[in-house]
């Protein structure tokens, strides 16, 4: 069982910056990719972005160049450092961790991105 708590989400103008953080604990050992979804109200959650254990990472198109996901695994924690943020990037935010195939999910953090 992996447990992840997110924090660093809140309220920014459009073109601000923000910085989501994600800690793992319980069978931290066990984690393989972990990454960040997002879910705005009415739509599906949506892959933003993964970061393998070895720190290769794949974004979705729409956030290519202006967000960055990194990980430290000496604090079993993942980041995504969110710039030049978008009205359409308001949404609820997700990090996930695969753990032999299983996603295990975190509360979410609310960004909300005014214009």
């Known amino acids: 069982q992996v447990q992840l708590v997110e924090s660093g989400g809140g309220l920014v103008q459009a073109g601000g910056s923000l910085r989501l953080s994600c800690a793992a604990s319980?069978?931290?050992?066990?984690?393989?990719?972990m990454g960040w979804y997002r879910q705005a109200s009415g739509n599906q959650r949506e892959l933003v972005a993964t970061?393998?254990?070895?720190?290769?990472?794949v974004y979705v198109d729409s956030v290519k160049g202006r967000f960055t996901i990194s990980r430290d695994n000496a604090k079993n924690t993942i980041y995504l450092q969110m710039g030049v943020l978008k009205p359409e990037d308001t949404a609820v935010y997700y990090c996930n961790a695969e753990v032999y195939g299983i996603l295990n999910w975190g509360q979410g953090t609310q960004v909300t991105v005014s214009s």
């Open positions: 970061i393998s254990r070895g720190g290769s990472t």
């Open positions: 319980g069978r931290i050992f066990s984690i393989s990719d």
